[in-house]
C-alpha cells in the first residue's frame, strides 16, 4: 500500500497535467477549426487522386457529429440505451419546418426557431421519458425504438394540411443575416451556399461540444455516471435517479432538436420518410464506434463514418468497379456486371461493426474508465454478480504484493483522463 | 358490428401471430440465454423465405422434381438445418469473442450481422421482392354461414407447421436434458459449466435452435405470403421482437402470446384502422403495457432477495 | 490424488496465482485458508477448468487438468460447490440436483444419489419441487452442496460454505462437510472461516497474494502465532 | 478564454469570406465522384459536364438502367460533343441499396453537387416525382435546367393540381423556371385510368394508394375523375409499402365488393404483395395500376397474380413508337436488349438538353455560368422538337404537348400494349 | 443542511462541518437511551404471498451503535431497505429524526439524514476515488444544469470546495493520496472504506453499514470496528448494522435486535440477546452460546 500511495503523483500535480491537456486539446481544437474555416478555399485544389470531402460531406458529418453528442449523453454518461433517438431529430426538423416555412404560412427567423426547435425536443424526450424510465435496460431500448418508428409514422399519415403528410415539408426558410451595400441583401445558411452552412454547422458542433463538455464535468456529470454504474448506489447517495436520467434524455434530445433544426434549414425541405430507423443506429453505431461515453469520440466517430460512407467508398470505386464490370461483362456475371463498391456501404459497415468489437471493443477514442474495463487494468473475465469482489480480490493479490497499477503505470497517453 | 367478418379477421391475425411467434421465439431464447438482442435474427429469417424461393425455383427443378406442396415440405429440413447452422456460426464469429465484453458490444456486432445478412440477401436475390411459386392452394376449409371463408387450406398448413414445432420446444426445454442445460446456462452460465455443462455447445445450441425456428418461419411466410424479399427481415423482426418484450423478453411462453396477441392487433388495425397506422398502433400497445407493466406480460418479477 | 505444481493463473494481466504448489490424497480434508484477494477462489477456479494456468500445471489422479474444459473435469470426478452457492433460481430443487449429475446420462445409480442427498440434507427432500431461488441462504447453500455430490465427485471442492450463513447453520453445515468426508468422498475445502475450517480438515494450506505462504498439519497451523493472529482473531 | 478569441476570429472570417464568394463564382461543390465516359479527342471550347440523377439501386434499376443507356447512347450518337465542348456525363445515384428507392439527402446530395459545380450544364432527371420535388429547388437557385424523363406528379408544373402553393414554392425566390419534363403528367393519367375503366367496363372501383407523392397523386386524381366517368369510388386506403403482409386490407377490399382495385403507387411500395394477397381473397377482380407498376420488377413481385393487370404509361410503349422512334428502339435492342417504358424518355430528355447546349453555344457564352443561364432558355425554347416521341414542344409550365396515353394488360406474364387513350 | 464552507484550517481530520458535529454537544458520546432518533412501528413487508418482514417494532437511540442480526433469509436487508426507500412497507411506520420517512424515495431518506453502504461493494467501479466521494456530496451541491453550462463564480467555488471536501473525506477514512484512482482498482479493504467516505458525503446523522466485515480478516475486522466506534465518538454519529460475525457485534453494540423469519425475537443488550434461548435455537447455535463463536 504505502509502495503504491508514494508512486502516486500528488493531486496538484495531477491537476497541473490536466491544465496542461487542456491546453494542448485547445490547441488542437483550434486548428481543427481554422482548418474546416479554410477548407472551403482550398479544398477544390486537392488533386482527385486524394479522396478529400466535399463541402456537404463535410457537413453531413459535422451535423452527425451533434447528434452523436446528443446521444452520448443519453447512452455514454447516463447508460440508458436509446435505439430511436431519430424522433426528437425528427421532431426537431419538424418544429424548424412548421415555423419557418409557407406550410403555416409562418416565416419566424431561423435564429429563432432554432432555439424553439431544441425546446420542443428536450420536451419530448421528457414527455417519452417520464413514463418510461423506470424500464430497466433493453425494455427502455424496446421502448425508445418504438418512439422512434411512431413519430415519423405519425408525421406522415396524418393530414397534408397538418404535417406535411408524406410530402413533407418545403421550403423551409433557410437561416439567413441581412447585409446591407456591396455584397448583396443577405448572407443564406443553406445548400445554395454550403461554404456559409458548413460554418453554421461547425459552429453549431462547437457549442454543442462545449456543453457536453461542461455537463460531464459537473454535479450532473458525476450523477449521471453515478446512474451508470449503479443505480440503487446512486439513489442512495441522494440522487434524485428519476430526475437525473430524464435531464439526460432531454439534454440529449435538445441537441438532437438542434441538429434538426440546422438539417431542415439546411435542406430547405424534410420527409418523413427521412427519419429511419436506419438514422438512429447510425447514431448509436458513432457512438460507440467513437468510444461511449467520449466526446471526442463521438465527433471523430461521425467523421469517421461519414467520411468512408460519402467519399471514401466512391473515390475507391472508381479504381475498383471498372475492372469488376468488365470482369463480369467477359464473363456473363451479373453481380460484378453492376457492382458498385458504394451501392455495398452497409456490407461494409456491416464488417466493420462485427470486426471492430472483436478486436477494439471499446472505440477509437475511449474514456480512460472504458478502456480500464475493457483492457488490462483491472478486466474480470466474467461479468457476473462477484465481479467488483472477484476484481477487488485480484487487485488486493497485486497491491500487496507492491504491484498496483497506479496512474503512473500506464502509457502516457492513457494518463488524461480524455477531458 | 359484422360478427363473421370480426370471425375472418381473428382468424387472419391467429394464424400470422403464430408466424410471428416462431421468429419471436428465436429472439426470446438467445436473449435468454445471453441477454442479447439478436438484431440479426430477423435477417435469418429473411434468409429462410430466400432459401425457400430457391428451393422451389432451383433446386428441385434441378433434381427434376415439380414444385409442390409436398415437395416443398420436403425442403424444410434442408432449410432449418442452414438456417440453424447460419445462426449458429453468426454466433462463432460475432457474439462469442464478446461474451465478456460489455452489454453494448454484442449487440453493436448484432446490427452489425443484420447488415451483412441483409446485403448477402440483396446480393443473392437483387433488390425487388420475388415471387415464390405458389404451391400453398388457400382453397376455403371452413366456411361460415354468410358464405366467408374462416379458414383456408394453406392457413391450416401454417399452423401445421408452426404449432408442432411450437409444442416440441416446448417440450425440448421443459423436459430434456438438453433443455435444462439450457435453462441451467441462461441462469448461472458459470454455475451450470461447474456441473459438467458445456456451456459454448449449449449456447450454440441455442442458436440452432433459434435459427431452425426461424427458417421454418421463413419457409412458411414465403409459402404463405408468396414471396422472398431481402427487406423482410426488418419488419418482421420488427414485429417479433416486440412480441417478445411484449411477452416479457427471455419468456419462451410469453414470446409465442406476444406473437399472437400482435398478429392479432395487426389484422384488426389494418382491417378497422388503416395498414398505415397499425406500427404506430403495435408500438403505442407496447409502450403502454410496458409502462404498466414493466416486465412484460409474462416476465419474471424482478427478484425480491430478503 | 490431486496436485498442483507450480500454478500461475491471470486475469487479463492480474497475476493472480503466483506459482501455487499443493497436494490432496484420497480421502483427505484438506483446507485453504487466505485473507479475501489472496487468491482462494481462483486457485478452485484453475482445478475445475474455469480458469487455465498460464504456467505450472494441474494434476488429477494420472491426468493433466490444465487444458481440459470444465465439463470435462466433473466427468473426470471433480465437483464444486462455487462461492456464493449459485444454485438456478429459477428450477426446482430436484432440476437443480439433476443438472449436478449432468455428466453422468441414465445411469442406473442416479436415484441412490438422490436418496443419499436427501438423507443428507431432509430440508431438501421436503423443498424438491420449490424454485431454488426461493430458498433461504442456508437451503441454498445445501442444495449447492447437495448438487455438486450428485456428480458422485471423489474430489469435491467447497468455496467458502458458511459465508452469510448464521453461526447456527454454520455448524450445521459443517457436521455435513465432516460426513460426506467419512462416506469417502475427498474434500478440498475454501474458508474464511479459519477456525471452523481448521476443525474438520486434517491439513491446511495458507494462501497469501497467490503464493502458499505456509502449508501444515491442522493442529500445528492452530497452533502457529502467525496464523492465529492473521486468521484466527486471537 | 483561447476559444472565445478564436470563436470571434472564425466569425470574421466567416463573414468576410462568405461575402467574397456571394459576389464571385461559388467556390463549392464537389468533384464528379462518379465516372462517365471518358471523352475522345476534347471538344474547342473545353469540357462540360451534364448530370443524370436516378435511383440506381434498388427495384427500379432495371428502369434506370436502361435510362442510363439511352443517355449515354445519345451521347455516343453525337460523339459526346454539342455545339464544341465535349461533354462528360455523370451518372449520379440518388438511391441508396439500404432503403432499396430514391432518398431525400442522395437527392440533395446529388443536386447540390451538380449545381454548385459551374461546369455543369444540365441535370437529366429525376426518375422519381417526390426526388424532384427535392432537387428543382436546389438546381432553381443555381438556374441549371431539368429534364426529366419519369416525373409524373403534376404539382411540380401545373398550378392548381397539385397542393397548395405549388408549382410555385418550387421556384423559390423568384427563380428563373428550370424544369421540364418529357413525359405527361399524372393529372392526365390519373384522368386516362378512370377513362378507360369505363371503356373496359367496370362500375365500382376500390381505390388504394402508396402515400407517396407519385402514388397518392394519381390516385387523387382518379378518385376525382371516377365519378365523371360512371365509376362508383367504394373504397379507399393507403398502405405504406412496409407491410409484411395485406391480407386484413384484402378482406376490407372484398367486403366492398369492387368489380375493379386501382393502385395509385409503385412497385417499390410492395405492389406485388398487395396484388397477391387481394388477388387471394378476390380471384376474380380486375387491378389497374399506372405506369409506376408498368415494369419487369412488378411482374417478378406479382408472378401470377399480376396476370390480367391493367396499367396506364403516360405516353406509347416503345412498340407504338415511329419514325426516329422506331429507329432508336432497334438501335437500342442491338446494343443493350429489351427496353423499359422511360427508355425513349431518358433517350428524348438527354436529346433535347443536347440540342439546347448547341443553341447555347452558338450565342457565344462568356463562360461557362453564362452558358448554364443559356442552355436554360433554349430549353424552355424548345418548340416543334422532332425526336423519337414525335413532333412536340415544352409549353409554358415546362410540359410536353404530347397527350397520347397507352393502356396495356399482363398477358402471360409480358405487357402487352391494348389501346391508345385519348 | 449544513453548507460547504470554505475551510480556512485545512489541517484538521474532517471539514468544519465534521468538527462542528463533534463539538455540538448534543450529538456527543453516548447520549443515548432517552431519546430514540430511529423509529419503526409495525413495519411489515409482503412479497406477493411471502410475508417477508412483518410487524416489527425498532428504535434506535441518538448516537447509539446498534446490530440487526438474525439467520439467512430473516428479512434484515429487506428491512434495510425499507429504511432506505428501497422499498415501501406494506403497513406500518418509519420515523426518523421527527419525520416521516415511510414511502420516501431513496434520495429523499439520504435527504433527510439517512446514509448507507452496502453489503456488496457498490461503489460507482469506473469512477475514481474522489469522484466517487463527490456523488456522495451532490444533495448537497447547487448546481444546477445550466449553472452547469454556464459555470458562474459561485459554482466554481462550490465544486472547488465540494473537491476539498471529498479529499478531507477520503483522508479521514484512510484513503489519502488515493484520490484519483479508479475505484475498481482499488484494494477490498480500501473499496470499503471508501464506501464509508461516499456514505459520510452524504452527510448522515443515521449511518447503515450492511455486514461491513465481510471478506475482512480479524485484523482488518478488528480495524473496521474501531472505525465505527470513531464514527460515533468524533462524527456523532448513530449506526446501524447488519453483521454475521458475532465477536463484531457483540464488542461495538450497545443494542442488537434479532429478526427471524421476518419478526422480531429478541431485543437488548449484547449479554441479554446472547444468552436468549430463542436466539440460540434459531441462530447462534449451542457453540456460540458455550462462547465459540464464528471466530
Known amino acids: ?419 | ?306 | ?234 | 478564454m483561447k476559444l472565445r478569441n478564436l470563436g470571434a476570429l472564425s466569425a470574421a472570417v466567416l463573414i468576410v469570406a462568405s461575402a467574397c464568394t456571394q459576389s464571385g463564382a461559388p467556390a463549392t461543390g464537389g468533384a464528379p465522384a462518379t465516372g462517365g465516359q471518358p471523352s475522345a479527342g476534347g471538344g474547342e471550347k473545353g469540357t462540360i459536364t451534364v448530370w443524370s440523377s436516378l435511383p440506381r439501386q434498388g427495384s427500379s434499376k432495371g428502369q434506370t438502367d436502361t435510362i442510363v443507356n439511352a443517355i449515354k447512347l445519345a451521347l455516343e450518337e453525337r460523339n459526346n460533343q454539342a455545339g464544341g465542348y465535349t461533354i462528360e456525363y455523370v451518372d449520379g445515384d440518388d438511391s441508396t441499396a439500404e432503403a432499396g428507392q430514391w432518398t431525400e439527402a442522395k437527392e440533395i446530395e446529388n443536386a447540390t453537387n451538380a449545381s454548385s459545380d459551374p461546369d455543369v450544364v444540365g441535370y437529366l432527371g429525376t426518375f422519381n416525382s417526390g426526388a424532384a420535388a427535392v432537387s428543382i429547388p436546389i438546381n432553381c437557385r443555381a438556374g441549371l435546367v431539368m429534364i426529366s424523363p419519369a416525373n409524373t406528379y403534376p404539382g411540380l408544373t401545373k398550378p392548381g393540381k397539385g397542393e397548395e402553393g405549388e408549382p410555385d414554392n418550387f421556384y423559390p425566390d423568384g427563380c428563373k423556371h428550370n424544369y421540364f419534363r418529357v413525359i405527361p403528367a399524372d393529372d392526365l393519367q390519373g384522368l386516362a385510368g378512370a377513362k378507360w375503366a369505363k371503356q373496359l367496363g367496370f362500375k365500382k372501383v376500390y381505390v388504394i394508394d402508396d402515400s407517396q407523392l407519385y402514388g397518392k397523386g394519381i390516385a387523387d386524381v382518379f378518385r376525382a375523375e371516377a365519378p365523371g366517368q360512371e365509376l362508383e369510388v367504394v373504397g379507399n386506403d393507403s398502405i405504406l409499402g412496409t407491410e409484411t403482409d395485406y391480407i386484413s386490407l384484402a378482406q376490407k377490399v372484398q367486403q366492398a365488393a369492387p368489380d375493379l382495385v386501382y393502385f395509385g403507387g409503385i412497385t417499390q411500395q410492395n405492389a406485388g404483395q398487395l396484388w397477391r394477397d387481394i388477388k387471394d381473397a378476390m380471384p376474380d377482380v380486375a387491378m389497374m395500376g399506372p405506369d409506376g407498376i408498368a415494369e419487369q420488377a412488378f411482374l417478378d413481385a406479382a408472378a401470377e397474380a399480376a396476370e390480367g393487370t391493367y396499367t396506364t404509361f403516360g405516353g406509347l410503349p416503345a412498340e407504338e413508337l415511329e419514325g426516329e422512334g422506331a429507329e432508336f428502339v432497334s438501335t437500342f435492342k442491338e446494343r443493350f436488349g429489351d427496353l423499359e417504358p422511360y427508355t425513349a424518355y431518358g433517350y428524348e430528355a438527354a436529346n433535347v438538353l443536347l440540342d439546347a447546349i448547341e443553341r447555347a453555344s452558338a450565342r457565344n457564352p462568356t463562360d461557362n455560368a453564362q452558358l448554364r443561364a443559356f442552355v436554360l432558355e433554349e430549353v424552355a425554347n424548345t418548340k416543334d422538337y422532332q425526336g423519337a416521341l414525335g413532333t412536340w414542344s415544352f409549353d409554358q409550365n415546362g410540359d410536353t404537348t404530347l397527350t397520347q396515353m397507352s393502356g396495356s394488360q399482363v398477358v402471360d406474364g409480358e405487357f402487352v400494349f391494348q389501346d391508345i387513350i385519348e | ?295
Open chain 3, 1 to 234: 490424488m490431486l496436485e498442483l505444481h507450480d500454478v500461475h493463473a491471470y486475469y487479463g494481466n492480474i497475476h493472480a496465482l503466483k506459482g501455487v504448489s499443493l497436494t490432496v490424497d484420497e480421502g483427505e480434508v484438506v483446507t485453504l485458508i487466505g485473507s479475501n484477494g489472496a487468491g482462494k477462489s481462483t486457485t478452485l477456479k484453475t482445478i475445475s477448468g474455469l480458469l487455465r494456468p498460464r504456467l505450472g500445471e494441474v494434476r488429477f489422479e494420472d491426468g493433466v487438468l490444465n487444458a481440459v474444459p470444465p465439463h470435462q473435469i466433473v466427468s473426470l470426478g471433480i465437483s464444486q460447490s462455487p462461492e456464493g452457492r449459485r444454485v438456478f433460481p429459477r428450477m426446482t430443487v430436484a432440476e437443480n440436483l439433476e443438472m449436478g449429475a449432468f455428466q453422468r446420462t441414465a445411469d442406473a445409480t442416479l436415484q441412490e444419489d438422490f436418496k443419499r442427498v436427501y438423507r443428507l440434507f431432509p430440508r431438501l427432500e421436503e423443498r424438491r419441487s420449490q424454485r431454488a431461488g426461493t430458498l433461504s441462504g442456508g437451503e441454498q447453500q445445501m442444495l449447492a452442496i447437495g448438487r455438486a455430490l450428485m456428480a458422485k465427485p471423489r474430489l469435491l471442492l467447497l468455496d467458502e460454505p458458511s459465508m452469510g450463513l448464521a453461526p447456527v447453520l454454520v455448524e450445521l453445515i459443517f457436521d455435513i462437510i465432516r460426513t460426506i468426508n467419512q462416506q469417502g468422498t475427498t474434500i478440498l475445502l475454501v474458508e474464511q472461516n479459519a477456525l471452523m475450517a481448521l476443525g474438520v480438515a486434517g491439513r491446511g494450506y495458507i494462501l497469501q497474494t497467490g503464493q502458499i505462504v505456509l502449508a501444515d498439519s491442522a493442529d500445528r497451523l492452530r497452533q502457529n502465532d502467525d496464523v492465529r493472529k492473521a486468521y484466527l482473531g486471537g
Open chain 5, 1 to 295: 443542511m449544513t453548507d460547504i464552507r470554505p475551510d480556512p484550517d485545512p489541517s484538521g481530520p474532517g471539514s468544519e462541518q465534521l468538527r462542528e458535529a463533534v463539538s455540538t454537544p448534543t450529538t456527543g458520546v453516548p447520549a443515548q437511551g432517552s431519546d430514540p432518533v430511529f423509529e419503526a412501528r409495525g413495519v411489515t413487508k409482503r412479497f406477493g404471498g411471502l410475508l417477508a418482514v412483518s410487524e416489527v417494532d425498532f428504535t434506535i437511540p441518538r448516537g447509539a451503535i446498534v446490530s440487526l442480526i438474525g439467520p439467512n433469509g430473516a428479512g434484515k436487508t429487506t428491512f434495510f431497505n425499507m429504511i432506505t426507500g428501497l422499498y415501501r412497507p406494506t403497513s406500518g411506520q418509519i420515523r426518523f429524526d421527527g419525520r416521516d420517512l415511510t414511502g420516501l424515495k431513496p434520495h429523499e431518506v439520504v435527504r433527510a439524514g439517512i446514509g448507507r453502504t452496502f453489503q456488496n461493494i457498490r461503489l460507482f467501479g469506473n469512477m475514481s476515488a474522489v469522484d466517487n466521494v463527490l456523488v456522495g456530496l451532490h444533495h448537497r451541491l447547487k448546481g444546477r444544469w445550466w449553472e452547469a453550462i454556464l459555470r458562474p463564480p459561485s459554482i466554481v467555488a462550490e465544486e472547488k470546495r465540494a473537491f476539498d471536501e471529498a479529499e478531507r473525506l477520503l483522508a479521514f477514512v484512510g484513503l489519502e493520496g488515493k484520490t484519483h484512482i479508479t475505484a475498481r482498482n482499488l484494494a477490498y479493504g480500501d473499496q470499503r472504506r471508501l464506501e464509508i467516505a461516499r456514505a459520510l458525503a452524504t452527510e448522515p446523522k443515521l449511518l447503515l453499514l450492511d455486514e461491513p466485515t465481510a471478506g475482512m480478516n480479524p485484523e482488518e475486522t478488528r480495524r473496521l470496528t474501531d472505525f465505527v466506534r470513531r464514527l460515533r465518538s468524533d462524527l456523532g454519529l448513530t449506526v446501524l448494522l447488519i453483521e454475521h460475525d458475532m465477536q463484531v457485534v457483540m464488542g461495538i453494540s450497545d443494542r442488537v435486535t434479532v429478526l427471524d423469519h421476518g419478526e422480531r425475537i429478541a431485543e437488548g443488550s449484547p449479554d441479554t440477546v446472547r444468552r436468549d434461548a430463542r436466539v440460540i435455537e434459531a441462530y447462534l447455535g449451542s457453540g456460540a452460546a458455550a462462547g465459540v463463536g464464528t471466530h
Open chain 2, 1 to 306: 358490428m359484422d360478427l363473421e367478418q370480426f370471425a375472418v379477421i381473428l382468424s387472419i391475425g391467429l394464424f400470422n401471430g403464430l408466424i410471428v411467434a416462431l421468429v419471436a421465439i428465436g429472439y426470446t431464447l438467445v436473449y435468454g440465454i445471453i441477454e442479447l438482442i439478436n438484431f440479426a435474427h430477423g435477417d435469418v429469417f429473411m434468409l429462410g423465405t430466400l432459401l425457400t424461393y430457391f428451393g422451389l425455383v432451383a433446386i428441385l427443378p434441378g433434381f427434376g422434381v415439380e414444385a409442390s406442396l409436398i415437395s416443398a415440405l420436403a425442403l424444410i429440413p434442408f432449410i432449418m438445418v442452414i438456417t440453424a447452422v447460419i445462426n449458429a456460426s453468426i454466433e462463432r464469429v460475432a457474439y462469442r469473442p464478446l461474451r465478456n465484453a460489455p452489454r453494448l458490444a454484442p449487440l453493436i456486432s448484432a446490427i452489425g450481422m443484420s447488415f451483412i445478412l441483409q446485403n448477402v440477401g440483396i446480393i443473392l436475390l437483387g433488390p425487388s421482392p420475388k415471387a415464390v411459386p405458389s404451391v400453398l392452394p388457400n382453397d376455403p376449409l371452413i366456411v361460415m354461414p354468410g358464405g366467408r371463408t374462416l379458414i383456408s387450406l394453406n392457413e391450416v398448413v401454417v399452423g401445421a407447421v408452426t404449432i408442432p414445432l411450437l409444442l416440441a420446444l416446448a417440450y425440448f426445454v421443459t423436459s430434456t436434458r438438453q433443455g435444462k442445460a439450457m435453462r441451467a446456462t441462461a441462469q448461472d452460465r458459470e454455475a451450470a459449466g461447474l456441473m459438467g455443462i458445456n456451456v459454448n455447445r449449449t449456447i450454440s445450441q441455442t442458436f440452432l435452435i433459434g435459427g431452425a425456428l426461424a427458417g421454418a418461419a421463413g419457409f412458411v411466410v414465403a409459402l404463405f405470403l408468396g414471396q422472398a424479399w431481402w427487406f423482410f427481415g426488418f419488419p418482421f423482426g420488427l414485429l417479433a421482437f416486440t412480441s417478445a418484450v411484449l411477452g416479457g423478453i427471455g419468456n419462451i411462453t410469453g414470446a409465442a402470446l406476444g406473437g399472437i396477441v400482435l398478429g392479432l392487433v395487426k389484422s384488426i388495425s389494418d382491417f378497422y384502422i388503416e395498414a398505415r397506422w397499425t406500427n404506430v398502433i403495435v408500438f403505442s400497445i407496447l409502450i403502454i403495457v410496458l409502462v404498466f407493466r414493466p416486465t412484460g406480460l409474462l416476465g419474471a418479477k424482478q427478484a425480491e432477495g430478503a
Open chain 1, 1 to 419: 500500500m504505502a509502495v503504491a500511495a508514494a508512486r502516486l503523483p500528488s493531486p496538484g500535480g495531477l491537476r497541473g497535467l490536466a491544465r496542461n491537456e487542456t491546453l494542448r486539446n485547445r490547441v488542437i481544437v483550434a486548428g481543427l477549426l481554422l482548418l474546416g474555416v479554410a477548407y472551403p478555399f482550398f479544398y477544390r485544389m486537392i488533386p482527385s487522386a486524394i479522396p478529400a470531402p466535399d463541402l456537404n460531406n463535410l457537413i453531413v458529418m459535422s451535423y452527425y457529429a451533434i447528434l452523436a453528442l446528443g446521444l452520448n449523453i443519453v447512452v455514454g454518461f447516463a447508460g440508458l440505451l436509446d435505439l430511436g433517438y431519430v424522433a426528437f431529430f425528427a421532431i426537431g426538423a419538424y418544429t424548424a419546418a412548421f415555423l419557418s416555412s409557407p406550410h403555416f404560412d409562418i416565416h419566424l427567423t431561423w435564429w429563432i426557431v432554432v432555439w424553439v426547435a431544441v425546446a420542443i425536443a428536450a420536451l419530448s424526450g421528457i414527455l417519452l421519458g417520464a413514463p418510461t424510465l423506470r424500464l430497466r435496460g433493453d425494455y427502455l431500448a424496446i421502448v425508445t425504438l418504438g418512439f422512434g418508428e411512431i413519430v415519423p409514422l405519425v408525421f406522415r399519415n396524418l393530414p397534408g394540411d397538418i404535417t406535411g403528410a408524406n410530402q413533407g415539408i418545403r421550403p423551409i426558410d433557410p437561416p439567413t443575416i441581412p447585409l446591407a451595400g456591396p455584397w448583396g441583401d443577405q448572407l443564406s445558411f443553406s445548400n445554395s451556399n454550403l461554404q456559409l452552412a458548413l460554418y453554421l454547422v461547425l459552429a453549431l458542433l462547437v457549442f454543442s461540444y462545449w456543453l457536453c463538455q461542461r455537463m460531464r464535468d459537473s454535479r450532473l456529470g458525476r450523477a449521471w455516471m453515478a446512474i451508470r454504474e449503479d443505480e440503487t448506489a446512486a439513489a442512495s447517495m441522494g440522487i434524485n435517479t428519476v430526475n437525473t436520467k430524464l435531464l439526460a434524455f432531454a439534454l440529449g434530445a435538445s441537441l438532437s432538436g438542434f441538429a434538426g433544426a440546422f438539417v431542415g434549414a439546411y435542406q430547405t425541405a424534410i420527409f418523413p420518410e427521412s427519419f429511419r430507423f436506419s438514422i438512429s443506429i447510425t447514431i448509436l453505431v458513432v457512438v460507440i464506434l467513437g468510444g461511449m461515453g467520449s466526446l471526442r469520440g463521438a465527433v471523430v466517430g461521425a467523421f469517421a463514418l461519414q467520411y468512408v460512407n460519402l467519399t471514401f467508398l466512391r473515390w475507391v470505386g472508381q479504381y475498383v468497379n471498372p475492372p469488376l464490370n468488365s470482369v463480369g461483362r467477359s464473363t456473363g456475371i451479373e453481380f460484378l456486371e453492376n457492382f458498385v463498391l458504394h451501392s455495398y456501404n452497409f456490407l461494409i459497415f456491416g464488417i466493420v461493426l462485427v470486426v471492430m468489437m472483436v478486436v477494439r471493443p471499446e472505440g477509437l477514442l475511449p474514456t480512460r474508465e472504458r478502456k480500464a474495463e475493457l483492457h488490462g487494468i483491472g478486466v474480470a473475465a466474467e461479468e457476473t454478480a462477484a465481479t467488483a469482489d472477484e476484481v477487488a480480490t485480484h487487485e488486493t493479490a497485486l497491491e500487496e504484493a507492491g504491484e498496483a497499477v497506479t496512474i503512473e503505470d500506464l502509457p502516457p497517453e492513457d494518463q488524461k483522463r480524455d477531458r
